[in-house]
């Protein structure tokens, strides 16, 4: 078990509800990508969308893609295809300059200042690896993608199984002592203390979030960095 006293040397970020406000996702990001995913498919060529076909064929056979996309949409499926079309959607919407993240205002200063004192960081969310780059590469702050240090997707495995966070561990090569796993999700901070993770929800009043009552529960960033005694942000 790990010593409380000790503070970890690694923070796994969430991004929906714990960085990145849930409504950012759903009422700007989703949207967008709705709207776009018709033209995007008919772009053969790219080799994303030509795994994503074959992906979606063998997952779901004889359905037309743009239909199934629209299914996994409505169910807000956790599964790759989707997610690498999406991720696609958003590079252009970001690049065109039509998308720019909204993160918390505590999040910036805070990963900085966690980054200065020379702890590692990184990220894992069902969103895709490039998915995440854009978020923290078109921020309103700017181009924050060099605080981390690695980002973990769907590839790892589901965020709700332990096998997933042991993978992540034992790719990163760290002990599951040093990591905190910060998450708004209860049963994300379940799968990941299971694989020996430190962890600590995040339950922004701005999202609506329920607080657990398995684990420590923190409001912001800083307010976890204070519980597992993390340096604060300026």
Known sequence: MADTRIPPRVVLLDIEGTTLPVAFVHKVLFPYARKHLPALL???DNPVVQE???QIAQAAPGVPPLEQLERWMAEDAKVAPLKSLQGLCWQQGYEKGEL???????????LKAWKAAGLTLAVY????????????G????????????????LRIGGKKSAQSYRHILEQSGWQGQDVL??????AELDAAAQAGLRVC????????TVAGTTHPVAQSL???GQMFGLPEGA
């Not at 998915?131 to 923290?136: D, G």
């Not at 078109?138 to 997707?153: H, I, K, R, V």
């Not at 796993?181 to 209860?186: A, R, T, Y």
Request: hydrophobic share 35%.
């Open 42 to 44: 008919e772009q053969r």
């Open 52 to 54: 994503a076909l074959t």
């Open 100 to 110: 720019e993240a909204q993160l918390y205002p505590d999040v910036e200063p805070t």
């Open 125 to 136: 969310s069902s969103g895709s690896e490039a998915a995440q780059k854009l978020i923290y």
């Open 138 to 153: 078109y921020t309103e702050q700017g181009n924050l993608t060099s605080l981390f240090s690695a980002f973990f997707d």
């Open 181 to 186: 796993f910060l998450s708004d999700v209860v």
């Open 201 to 208: 929800q995040i339950a922004r009043p701005e999202d609506g």
């Open 222 to 224: 800083p307010q976890a």
